[in-house]
């Protein structure tokens, strides 16, 4: 029988997985928020969480997994206290309202006036429009993937389709949403 790690390996074993993590952690917290404190706050708030759950005797099996589920967590709690509105609730042509609070967050916001909220407005009507444009197989993966944090490998789990074919129907989503709204980006 193991002895239980000490206190000074546990410590080690927690700044070797910051530095390991701390990167990629970051930069998946910034591309879902656009605050960078707002980023860094959350990533913090990650790590703290990461270093009380470490400590229970109950080990993490993935780190790095864990990790991300938990800053796709706070990352939804952050945002639900902002009351941001939910794309469904500007545009209702969709039928899951989860499926667009990460974008939504990266529109101009709808308190900054009235030019404001009409290029949001607009801005949610051809991503929607876009999103409905695309073939029903590539609009599941992306916003599977996208918008609801679901990984490949737990797809093709769900689904039974191969890890390579969700890739490139996502890849396609890409391309034609890129494609689509290259206009909006322009302007």
Avoid: C
Avoid at 6 to 32: C, G, K, N, P
Avoid at 151 to 164: D, H, L, W, Y
């Amino acid at each position: 029988m193991t002895a239980p790690p000490t206190t000074t390996e546990q410590d080690q074993a927690i700044t070797a997985t910051v530095l390991r993590e701390r990167s990629r952690l970051w930069h998946f917290i910034r591309r879902r928020v656009a605050d960078q404190t707002d980023a860094d706050d959350i990533l913090q708030d990650v790590f703290y969480e990461f270093t009380q759950a470490y400590h229970l005797p109950e080990p993490i099996e993935q780190v790095s997994a864990w990790l991300f589920r938990v800053a796709r967590n706070r990352i939804i709690d952050r945002f639900r206290k902002k009351k941001e509105v939910a794309l469904d609730d500007l545009n209702n042509n969709s039928d899951d309202e989860d499926d667009a609070y990460r974008l939504d967050l990266m529109l101009p916001s709808p308190d900054a006036g009235p030019e404001a909220a009409y290029t949001r407005a607009m801005l949610l009507e051809e991503l929607q429009l876009a999103l409905e444009a695309l073939p029903a197989n590539q609009r599941e993966v992306f916003i599977a993937h996208e918008l609801d944090g679901i990984s490949f490998k737990e797809m093709a789990a769900q689904t039974g389709v191969p890890i390579n074919t969700l890739l490139a129907r996502k890849r396609y989503a890409v391309l034609f949403l890129r494609q689509r709204l290259q206009a909006l980006y322009d302007e």
